[in-house]
Structures are given as C-alpha cells and as structure tokens.
C-alpha cells in the first residue's frame, strides 16, 4: 500500500473536514506528464467492517473537503456523505485537483479555438489506468463498472458526461452538474451523435442563474437523453436548480440529491 497520510492530520487541520480524509503526495502521471496530489475520503464505517465500497472519481479535487485549498468555497462532500452514511449510502470519493491553467484542456476531448487543444483523452487514461488501479489495490472498493461512477461540475460536468459515453465498461454512473456544453463549439452534442444508449445512471443539472444559453444547454442535452432512451426519473434524474449560480455553493447544494440518486437512494426534495 501506498503512503497515503491522514489529511486532517497534515497541512490543513480544519473542523469542516469530516470523516476519514486521506492524501497521496504528487502523484505521477505518465499520460498527462505531470503530477498531482491525490484526495481519498473513506466513509465512516470503512474502519469496522470489511465490506467493499462503490468509488467516485470526482474532478477539481481541491473544492470539494476542505474551505482552505478551495476555489470559492468547498462541496462540502465529506459531510455529505456522512450523513448519508446513515441512510445506508456509503461511498469512497476520490478527489482529483486540477492543475490550474491545464484545467481546461484536460476536461476538453475537444479543441476549442479560444482554449486550445482538449487533452480530455489523455486525462481518463490517467484516472482509468493510473489511478484506478492504485484505489483498487489500496482500498476495499467494488471495482465492478456498476459501482464506478464519475463527477464534476462545469467543465468538470463535460468531461464526466464524455467519459460516460466514451468509456461505458469502467463508469457506471456519472454526475453532471452545470456542464460546459459550449466548450469545443459544442463538440459534446456532436459526439452524442456517434454513440448509442448504455446502461448505467446519469445526474443532470443547472441553476436558473446560469444564463440562457447554459439552460437551453442543457434542456438540449437532457432532450437527446432521453431520446437515446434514459427515463427520467428512473436512469436519469434532471433538475433546475432555482436561483442556483454557477459555483461552488450551488453545487454543494445540490450534491446530496446527486449523490443520493447514483448511490441508488430516493433523491432529496
């Protein structure tokens, strides 16, 4: 096993940061040529049992546990997902930072001509065959592609809805919050045009206050959804977020109910 370090324990000790947060130092990535810190949240009963958990990889791993190493405010994920616990949904999260000017082109597949060049590919060979077999070896996961999931936000929500599609025999599940659908010149609706329906769950959302194009978005994409034949409510669960906003704190709260739906429990109201 790795040297994983206790979080709290470490550079950042804060009160915010719930259960069982563990770090992995700059870890190496041959297919993006760079490195990064990894985040891993176990869930309160990982310690007391041996049962294996569902895993979700999810991007802009600095935003998501601790108010300090955020961008504008934390996700609150750790908390969430205590108190989830109590409902019988556990899950271990792996939180994976983006490298700041590179953020871009790793949530890209596609080229953009503002942006440049999309590294998207390159960035889930990373998660795929990198660090998802350093979780499996490490940590009781249910590795099963039923149990997978992948999620993010923005251009995060792009990369989780492309690696969806573009790889259905690892991720099983997906979660995509305000996604960046315009990114590319829309590469993202043209792509779903080569692809046909796989099973699994996906999340979709938006907040009123993203702008019109952002909702006409993803009232698009939620469209060809379910013409590709997701039902809603059952594989796919749609929500406007009213006066929701394009940051951190609407996606904290909205994260339960995501979380709740591809964990299999009843979303929250």
Not at 35 to 54: A, F, M, N, T
Not at 100 to 125: I, W
Not at 149 to 169: D, K, Q, T, V
Not at 229 to 254: P, Q
Request: net charge negative; with cysteine; aromatic share 12%.
């Amino acid at each position: 096993m790795r040297n994983w370090e206790p979080y709290v324990a470490h550079e950042y000790p804060d009160e915010s940061v719930h259960g069982s947060l563990r770090v992995l130092r700059q870890l190496r990535s041959p297919q993006l040529d760079n490195e990064r810190d990894l985040y891993i949240y176990v869930p309160p009963s990982y310690e007391r049992s041996e049962r294996r958990y569902p895993v979700i990889y999810m991007h802009d791993g600095q935003n998501l546990f601790d108010p300090k190493t955020s961008f504008a405010g934390e996700w609150n994920v750790d908390g969430i997902l205590d108190q989830a616990s109590s409902e019988g949904l556990e899950a271990i999260v792996v939180g994976i930072p983006n490298r700041g000017p590179e953020r871009c082109s790793e949530y890209s597949p596609f080229d953009d001509p503002k942006h440049g060049a999309g590294n998207g590919d390159a960035y889930l060979a990373f998660i795929i065959d990198t660090i998802k077999p350093i979780i499996d070896q490490d940590f009781r996961t249910q590795p099963e592609r039923e149990q997978t999931g992948i999620a993010g936000s923005s251009m995060g929500g792009l990369i989780s809805l492309y690696a969806f599609f573009r790889r259905p025999e690892v991720f099983g599940f997906t979660g995509v919050m305000s996604p960046a659908l315009w990114y590319g010149k829309r590469g993202i609706f043209n792509y779903l045009e080569t692809v046909t329906h796989v099973g699994g769950r996906v999340y979709l959302d938006v907040g009123t206050k993203e702008g019109s194009r952002g909702l006409e978005d993803v009232l698009d994409l939620r469209d060809r959804l379910v013409q590709m034949g997701y039902r809603s409510g059952e594989d796919l669960l749609y929500v406007i977020d009213r006066g929701g906003a394009h940051n951190e704190a609407s996606w904290a709260r909205r994260l339960g109910k995501e979380l709740r739906f591809l964990l299999g429990g009843a979303p929250v109201t």
